[in-house]
Nanobody
Framework: QVQLVESGGGLVQPGGSLRLSCTAS????????MGWYRQTPGNGRELVAT???????KYADFAEGRFTISRDSAGMTGALQMNNLTPEDTAVYYC??????????WGQGTQVTVSA
């Protein structure tokens, strides 16, 4: 059973930064992409950013220019750097991995709260 270990959430003031991390407990064969999603009580889970196994990166409009997704060469550790945070970024953030044959893994979620 593969487990994703996620950390880095917390309380931050508007304009501040956080770095979220996601690490797999063991090697996952043939990763298609690693991504980050977020969810608030009143909204569904929405895409934040993804990085494919080939290094292709996509961002949601709200994340472009503020957030940066990255991973190590083995694809077992990923991160989401979030800068210039606003209260609208408050949500539970989830790590997500999908393999080339469609197997999916999710982290436990980490709370990000942006407030003065």
């Amino acid at each position: 059973q593969v487990q994703l270990v996620e950390s880095g959430g917390g309380l931050v003031q508007p304009g501040g930064s956080l770095r979220l991390s996601c690490t797999a407990s063991q090697y996952i064969y043939s990763i298609n992409y690693m991504g980050w999603y977020r969810q608030t009580p009143g909204n569904g889970r929405e895409l934040v950013a993804t990085e494919s196994g080939g290094g292709q990166i996509k961002y949601a409009d709200f994340a472009e220019g503020r957030f940066t997704i990255s991973r190590d060469s083995a694809g077992m550790t990923g991160a989401l750097q979030m800068n210039n945070l606003t209260p609208e970024d408050t949500a539970v953030y989830y790590c997500h991995i999908r393999t080339i044959i469609g197997v999916q893994y999710w982290g436990q979620g980490t709370q990000v709260t942006v407030s003065a």
